[in-house]
């Protein structure tokens, strides 16, 4: 259905009148249980002392009550619904209708009487309200104790396997032990003639070194780039490095 409908108002004209029953909730359950263009009940229209009588007479094959438990499976539920009638009171009521087929709301007529359908108070009607009674006071939630543990769903678990791995990965990373002095020197040159510029991040991947004690190191043998095209990176100093600069090589080539 779309979001903006035709209402059709035709039936204003023809001035249909309808009546606007409230029915009790377990009526209209028992009406759903009726087959398609199945015959639901018969209402019959009287006159006692010059007053109108309705009365709605629910078919014999829906009034069981087969939607309860096993042992209220021969349940009954009332048959006979007198109507208490109502006014309008003044007031303009109508009765609308969705017809898919034409993606219209179509006008089914006005209301010009309102009622309530209840039950003959009688064994039947008392046998379902108590059960009525005995399901609302039922609670939501309770707790049972079992026998042993269930193992066909899940458990819940202190710790996750994924959280165990990377917690033992972060202690292995953690304990970084500080090598000879020497040794990291010797991995820091020959990083360095690979690639001119590292940061500090990469250089502690290849040495597998404290970031402090790498830093310290790197205060000796290099400069810090702290602007340019390569900011944020390391290089060595022109005495530790075995190559020569762009602007290096130009002087020499002028020279």
């Not at 009526?27 to 009365?55: F, M, N």
């Not at 202190?158 to 020497?182: C, I, L, P, T, W």
Request: hydrophobic fraction near 35%; charge should be neutral.
């Amino acid at each position: 259905m779309s979001d903006k409908m035709e209402v059709n108002l035709s039936g204003v004209k023809q001035s249909k009148g309808v009546w606007l029953v409230k029915v009790p909730k377990y009526l209209s359950q028992q009406w759903d249980k009726a087959t398609e263009r199945g015959e639901v009940g018969k209402i019959t229209i009287g006159k006692k002392q010059d007053k109108t009588e309705v009365c709605f007479s629910l078919n014999a094959e829906l009034s069981a009550l087969g939607a309860v438990g096993e042992k209220d499976g021969t349940l009954q539920v009332p048959r006979d619904h007198p109507f208490t009638m109502h006014t309008v009171g003044g007031q303009t009521m109508a009765v609308f209708i969705t017809v898919s087929v034409v993606d219209e709301i179509s006008l089914e007529g006005m209301v010009v009487h309102r009622a309530e359908c209840r039950p003959v108070v009688n064994d039947s009607y008392m046998k379902l309200k108590k059960l009525q009674i005995e399901e609302s006071t039922k609670p939501q939630r309770f707790s049972q104790q079992l026998e042993r543990a269930i193992t066909t769903v899940f458990k819940p678990v202190a710790n996750h396997d994924f959280n165990v791995e990377y917690e033992k990965k972060k202690k292995s990373e953690g304990k970084m032990v500080r090598a000879e002095r020497q040794v990291v020197l010797d991995m820091l040159f020959s990083a360095f003639e690979k690639h001119q510029y590292y940061n500090i991040k990469d250089l502690v991947d290849i040495t597998r070194q404290p970031v402090t004690y790498l830093k310290e190191i790197m205060r000796e043998i290099g400069t810090y780039n702290s602007k340019g095209a390569h900011k944020s990176t390391w290089e060595l100093k022109p005495e530790y490095r075995h190559y020569q600069s762009a602007e290096e090589e130009e002087e020499m080539q002028t020279a």
